[in-house]
């Protein structure tokens, strides 16, 4: 089954930046992958995702223009660097895989089947 890994989460002050990296143990990250992440008494959001097909992305409005989802296949890694962070975006992050069937990723929650344990993400100073 595959399992997936996140990290790269801490405290940052507003403004700064993090980058966040989603692995797979034992398994190639051959997958859509999407970020996710949910803020305490707020529903899992997605955020970004990479297609498997060209690497199309998709940026929710709320991280577009802040936020950079890429792939690295040598180092079987998806990245989400995270800059300008803001106090809104404290949350716990975590990735998500598409079942193979589909190359395209979406934003939306339910079209993910495998999920990591999340890293938390802290904006405050």
């Known amino acids: 089954q595959l399992q997936l890994v996140e990290s790269g989460g801490g405290l940052v002050q507003p403004g700064g930046s993090l980058r966040l990296s989603c692995t797979a143990s034992?398994?190639?990250?051959?997958?859509?992958i999407g970020w996710f992440r949910q803020a305490p008494g707020k529903e899992r959001e997605g955020i970004s995702c990479?297609?498997?097909?060209?690497?199309?992305?998709y940026y929710a409005d709320s991280v577009k223009g802040r936020f950079t989802i890429s792939r690295d296949n040598a180092k079987n890694t998806v990245y989400l660097q995270m800059n300008s962070l803001k106090p809104g975006d404290t949350a716990v992050y975590y990735c998500?895989?598409?079942?193979?069937?589909?190359?395209?990723?979406?934003?939306?929650?339910?079209?993910?089947?495998?999920w990591g344990q999340g890293t938390q993400v802290t904006v405050s100073s």
């Open positions: 998500a895989a598409r079942n193979t069937l589909f190359r395209l990723c979406t934003l939306i929650r339910d079209g993910y089947d495998s």
């Open positions: 034992g398994f190639t990250l051959d997958y859509a």
């Open positions: 990479i297609s498997n097909n060209d690497d199309t992305t």
